[in-house]
Antibody, heavy 130, light 113 residues
Framework: QVQLQQSGPGLVKPSQTLSLTCVIS??????????WNWIRQSPSRGLEWLGR?????????DYAEFVKSRITINPDTSKNQFSLQLNSVTPEDTAVYYC????????????????????WGQGTLVTVSS | DIVMTQSPDSLAVSLGERATINCKSS????????????LAWYQQKPGQPPKVLIS???TRESGVPDRFSGSGSGTDFTLTISSLQAEDVAVYYC?????????FGQGTRLEIK
């Protein structure tokens, strides 16, 4: 079955870049039926979808509007993984960050949407503090 | 964005009793072309990621006990646990996948009375 294993630092200083990696086993980051997502969870904001990357003849990235100017999600086909970079972090970015797989649906020339998230990575608590 | 609102925020139910959690979307998540509701339910236990229980508003995922059931259509949905077990203590979330921008409810904490 598909498993996702996250890694990355748990402490980031304000104004710096948060970087996390998610290694995929049992599936391919280049699958044409799955999107690879980052989601975060905090007590104040709940569960928030941040963005996704997926491959359908070319690579697509979709990002949530509220982080669009600061986020990059990159696939790495050589290591079958994908990464999250969130720039210029503030204490408001303190959260548990999850990677998750979503099945693709509703594909057109403009891209695809997704279904529910399954499975999820184990989660990484990232604290933004000096 | 579609806003998902759950009620109640927390719930205490006796073992063996029924638990009911509601989820309301700010607009319909029912696709008229296929008559499917684009709504999922998750269970999250402490220290674990969410786990999908139900998709399409009422379809149990493989391995999910049949005491869990989902119902509703359009904008109003319900997750029911027919006979609460101790292992069901968790936070439950609804999520819509009708739009490309996925959104979640705020969660309902379920405890034992």
């Amino acid at each position: 079955q598909v498993q996702l294993q996250q890694s990355g630092p748990g402490l980031v200083k304000p104004s710096q870049t948060l970087s996390l990696t998610c290694v995929i086993s049992g599936d391919s980051v280049s699958s044409n039926s799955a999107a690879w997502n980052w989601i975060r969870q905090s007590p104040s904001r709940g569960l928030e979808w941040l963005g996704r990357t997926y491959y359908r003849s070319k690579w697509y990235n979709d990002y949530a509007e509220f982080v669009k100017s600061r986020i990059t999600i990159n696939p790495d086909t050589s290591k079958n993984q994908f990464s999250l970079q969130l720039n210029s972090v503030t204490p408001e970015d303190t959260a548990v960050y999850y990677c998750a797989r979503g099945g693709l649906r509703g594909c057109s020339s403009g891209g695809c949407s997704i279904y529910w998230f399954d499975p999820w990575g184990q989660g990484t608590l990232v604290t933004v503090s000096s | 964005d579609i806003v998902m609102t759950q009620s109640p925020d927390s719930l205490a139910v006796s073992l063996g009793e029924r638990a009911t959690i509601n989820c309301k979307s700010s607009r319909t998540v029912l696709y008229s072309s296929n008559n499917k509701n684009y709504l999922a339910w998750y269970q999250q236990k402490p220290g674990q990621p969410p786990k999908v229980l139900i998709s399409w508003a009422s379809t149990r995922e493989s391995g999910v006990p049949d005491r869990f059931s989902g119902s509703g259509s359009g904008t109003d949905f319900t997750l029911t646990i027919s006979s609460l077990q101790a292992e069901d203590v968790a936070v439950y979330y609804c999520q819509q996948y009708y739009t490309s921008l996925i959104t979640f409810g705020q969660g309902t904490r379920l405890e034992i009375k």
